[in-house]
């Protein structure tokens, strides 16, 4: 599933814009963050505050935060997403909200990578799942909590262009032949 991965240490201010090279949607992040686009299908985009920050769920020292953006198969709903989800660790509080007046469904806990809320919310026909994730002692939760908010509320998507098609030049037979005969 493609996506993006954000990762942050710093005070936020959403200034920076990245679009997707291929899935055709985009979302403003902090100017001080990375981008990371990875090769290999499936991975997610990474953007960081630093390199550090860049090693996956199990790796990620204490300091960072982590907003995991997927985009889903079309098929899938909010209330799939959510429900598909691994188990959080501790009693997890699944809610019904609404993002810029777009139906969404939220999921707030501890999971077992640090995760603390995961939101799942259709935009322009694209199934999207955000999960926030942090070491349980962050001191700056709310803060946050406000750039997920914030992060999915930028969300657009590119509406697709219509296939191109090469202008068809009409050939005809070669001096002396007619049509519909063969020499």
Known sequence: MPGALLLLTAQPSLAAQFVHPSL??????????????????GRPVSVTTSPECDHGPVDIPPSCVVINIQVLPSDQTNDSAISNLPPFDTLAIR???????IPAERLDGDGEQGEKAAVAVRISGKQFLLMLSYFPD???AAKWEKVLDDLIAS???AEPEPPRIAPVTPQFPGPGVRPGKRS
């Open 24 to 41: 055709g949607y985009s979302f403003t992040y902090p100017d001080s963050w990375q981008v990371v686009v990875y090769p290999t299908p």
């Open 95 to 101: 809610t019904k909200c609404s993002i810029r007046g």
């Open 138 to 140: 962050n001191p700056d």
């Open 155 to 157: 969300i657009s998507v």
